[in-house]
């Protein structure tokens, strides 16, 4: 019998559900003490017992959920509430749980994700007494422990733990947030990153006691004289005119002559002040795309896949619809490419919209990322703008979910809590009864194939703003100068002949080659085996520069001047070719031209990214040699040709969507050509002329490679006409790796057995070693499961990995869950 127990409940009656932020999957339910029940709402988090341990805790809503494990005998009680204030809205609550549920990751885990680092209030704040706390402190309000605090605190201010130090006893948070409820404390964040501070600039105004002008000198009456006529300018405005401005405002000011004023200015990431903008007059296209969109707003959930070709003009359609949105008072939520510096995309939204821009990206310090999460949970901020991450944004309620380039393949996180951003805007819209818009020039297979089964809406643009024809693109054969020797492989005549013509017109050039370094293939002269990293199994990469052999996927590097490993030779011979070979080649080639390079190797360095683009955009290069860095987004108008040395890179890649990914990555980069009143053009060189994504990539003409990729995709039953879940098994030791993968497999047959619910639904392949089987010495070996039935699949991943049925781990195996997988390496 357990009386006491349930009546202890049935009094309380405020049980509430608590996910933890360890790797377990269910929610636990706890009770409130009643001194703590004030304080506990959803979005907070909470200190509970766990086991033999205290840990921290999201409070999640009233305990009930299907998943809470209650057992009353066993209820405890919260230890402490830890926020002041909720950390995100209630209403994300079923936003999180579906993540959860979908990609197999426990509620805790994916409520930490997706808060900013630096949250962590507790470890950083420091407490300081107020006036009203020192006159509390000799009144008989206080509690005698409360006293005690306050006491301590009146000798200067302190973070917790240095106080429960000095007072000798533990302090709750409850106690802490209750006292600054009344006004005793302060409770200040001190954030270790470094705080960068927004930009301001000195304004200056007239003051109206004018002083007889004869008295001042001719520069001051310069000065006066423009504010006058011109209303309050700038600090360095005034100094274009007189260049000691500075100085005279300031004397100026104390002869109480001017007033001046701080102004933040926002910049984009060459610097430069970001004007407001006027809106532009839109096309045709642009208008039609805008009057069947903007009054989807507001009117329930809907996914539009806006489909328009590099320079349509896409941009300008998000910010006409994000203007609609703002005036029926709904929230925006705007993704972009995770690209090197903050994005062009970005720099518009904030000239249009200023103030109620929040950015989330991870070019942002802790204390930044930080500011900007407060400012759209307070709802200072309406529109937020960011990298993947910025799904997560803590809105109450959105309106409308932006996803620009939504094929972008940085929308995926590997790792953690593996999701896509993409596919999460559009889970995120039904949640909020919002519009989901997804943006490309080159939408992908899925985004196109719910098109055609009638999920997805579309609108598109199909002309460029500008009038300007796409460039015209012409493939040159490599096959044809197989056989030739050294650099004349890569750069052939018909590409060398157009970058001539570029120069001569005094225009830019952009050569384009997916694979760092010097050469690809270091191969012994003598044996003929290539040099391999001793940890991937990986060709390695020659690297100029640091005169090393180099893995370009675990970072192991070996003296360029090594032997063979197998037979001792001193000749190794280098084939292939990576960026740093061609910017050699470029400036043997063409001696006059300034020539430089963009990839990981250069952009090392915070602010080199935006220095070589800020470099690019003022002319002072001719020719920039990069990888996919310069395939993005960048709006460049005075390129007017893109050299793609090699197209045939990514299209040999162990992996179902290499077509896919090749003709994204062509036409993009293809797309940067002509964006100016001169027509672009394009030399395109590869071994396969007739592949049908070259072919496609071409014409930038989406629907023709997606005609014939869907073909395969159906006849080998990929996605997206069935889904898969990766299950990645990973040990430092092999045998280990390839045990564990094997009992994981038998376990699949297992399920799969004829009498189950499984048979003939679900398709396994593997245990398989992975197609890079070693990275950073850790042996990768992975089963892939796959069904065109979704709930299916999912359960019968979570029978083979969570069930206590599964196979159990050793300490060194890793076994991680990648639903919807993206890279199949
Ligand atoms: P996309 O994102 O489709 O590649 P952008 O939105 O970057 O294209 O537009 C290409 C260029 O055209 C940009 O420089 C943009 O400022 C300009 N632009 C877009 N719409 C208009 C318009 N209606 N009138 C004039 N210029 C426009
Ligand atoms: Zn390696
Ligand atoms: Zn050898």
New binding site residues.
């Given amino acids: 019998m357990i009386p006491v127990k349930e009546n202890l409940i049935i009094h309380h009656r405020h049980i509430v559900s608590v996910a933890v932020a360890l790797p377990v999957h269910d929610a636990f339910s706890y009770s409130v003490p009643a001194h703590l029940a004030p304080l506990a709402c959803p979005g907070k988090r909470v200190l509970v017992p766990f086991g033999r341990r205290r840990v921290t805790g999201y409070l999640v809503g009233p305990a009930g959920e299907p998943t809470d494990k209650i057992d009353p005998m066993e209820i405890k009680h919260i230890l402490d509430v830890l926020d002041d204030t909720p950390l995100f809205p209630e209403t994300m609550i079923p936003f999180f749980k579906w993540i959860a549920a979908y990609y197999m990751h426990p509620l805790g885990q994916v409520i930490h994700t997706a808060l900013p680092a630096g949250l962590n209030l507790t470890d950083i704040a420091i407490l300081t007494i107020g006036e009203a706390g020192v006159a509390a402190a000799a009144s008989p309000h206080p509690s005698p422990l409360e006293k005690i605090v306050l006491s301590a605190l009146a000798k200067g201010p302190a973070g917790i733990k240095q106080l429960q130090k000095v007072i000798d006893q533990p302090v709750s948070w409850a106690l802490i947030h209750q006292m600054r409820q009344r006004g005793w404390i302060q409770v200040d964040r001190q954030i270790k990153a470094r705080q960068i501070r927004p930009k301001t600039v000195r304004w200056v105004t007239v003051k109206e006691a004018t002083p007889a002008s004869d008295r001042l000198s001719v520069q001051r009456k310069i000065i006066r004289n423009a504010l006058e006529t011109e209303g309050d300018l700038s600090v360095p405005e005034l100094k274009t005119r007189v260049p000691t401005a500075a100085a005279l405002v300031r004397a100026m000011q104390k002869a109480g002559q001017v007033a001046v004023y701080e102004k933040t200015v926002y910049r984009d990431p060459f610097g430069d002040p970001i004007e407001p903008d006027i809106p532009?007059?839109?096309?045709e296209e642009?208008a039609e795309a805008v009057s069947v969109m903007a009054p989807l707003l507001g009117q329930g959930f809907k996914t539009v896949l806006l489909a328009?070709i590099?320079?349509?003009?896409?941009?300008?359609v998000y910010l006409r619809l994000t203007q609609a949105a703002l005036d029926k008072g709904l929230g925006v939520l705007v993704l972009v490419p995770e690209i090197a510096l903050i994005s062009?995309t970005e720099r518009r939204f904030r000239a249009r919209f200023g103030e109620t821009v929040a950015v989330l990206h991870s070019g942002l310090s802790q204390g930044e990322r930080y500011d900007q999460w407060l400012r759209i949970a307070k709802a200072d901020a309406t529109i937020a703008i960011g990298a993947r991450s910025c799904i997560f944004a803590p809105f109450g309620d959105v309106g409308l979910i932006i996803v620009d380039e939504e094929h972008d393949a940085s929308y995926k996180q590997e790792g953690g809590l593996s999701y896509n951003a993409r596919d999460l805007a559009v889970v995120r819209a039904r949640h909020h009864n919002a519009l989901a818009i997804l943006g490309s020039?080159t939408p992908s297979v899925q985004s196109w194939y719910n098109v055609s089964v009638g999920k997805y809406e579309t609108a598109s643009?199909t002309r460029r703003?500008?009038r300007q024809p796409l460039p015209a693109i012409q493939t040159v054969d490599l096959a044809h100068s197989r056989d030739d020797r050294g650099i004349r492989r890569y750069i052939t005549a018909p590409l060398q002949q157009e970058i001539q013509k570029t120069l001569d017109d005094g225009k830019q050039a952009l050569i384009f080659l997916n694979r760092r370094g010097f050469a690809a293939f270091p191969i012994c002269g003598q044996c003929g085996q290539p040099l391999r990293c001793k940890n991937c199994d990986i060709s390695l990469t020659l690297h100029k520069r640091a005169n090393a052999f180099r893995c370009h996927y675990c970072g192991f590097s070996k003296a360029a001047v090594s032997t063979c490993p197998s037979c001792g030779s001193e000749k190794i011979r280098l084939l292939g070719v990576g960026t740093e070979k061609i910017q050699e080649a470029m400036t043997q080639l063409f001696p006059e031209a300034r020539v430089a390079r963009m990839d990981r190797d250069t952009m090392t360095r915070k602010g080199s990214v935006v220095n070589l683009l800020k470099d690019l955009k003022h002319r002072r290069i001719d020719i920039l040699v990069g990888t996919q860095m310069v395939a993005k987004g960048h709006?460049f108008p005075d390129i007017t040709l893109v050299g793609v040395v090699c197209a045939d890179l990514t299209l040999n890649f162990p992996d179902f969507r290499a077509g896919e990914r090749t003709f994204q990555l062509l036409a993009q980069v293809a797309g940067r050509a002509g964006?100016g009143d001169q027509p672009g053009r394009v030399i395109l060189q590869t071994y396969n002329p007739n592949h049908f994504s070259i072919l496609a990539a071409k014409d930038q003409d989406f629907k023709a490679f997606y005609n014939q990729e869907i073909g395969f995709r159906k006849a080998l039953g990929y996605p997206p006409f069935s889904r898969m879940i990766a299950v990645r098994i990973s040990s430092k030791d092999s045998k280990q790796a390839a045990a564990h993968a094997r009992a994981l497999g038998e376990n699949c047959r297992k399920l799969l057995a004829a009498d189950g619910p499984y048979y003939g639904r679900i398709q396994v392949m593997g245990p398989l070693e992975a197609p890079l089987s070693r990275i950073a010495k850790h042996h990768r070996w992975q089963i892939l499961i796959k069904s065109p039935h979704t709930a299916m699949l999912h359960r019968f991943a979570y029978e083979l990995i969570l069930d206590h049925r599964a196979a159990p781990a050793g300490r060194q195996i890793k076994v991680t869950v990648d639903v919807d997988p993206f890279f199949l390496m």
């Fill in positions: 532009p007059r839109l096309t642009q328009g590099t320079g349509s003009g896409k941009t300008e062009q020039a643009l703003v500008n709006d964006r």
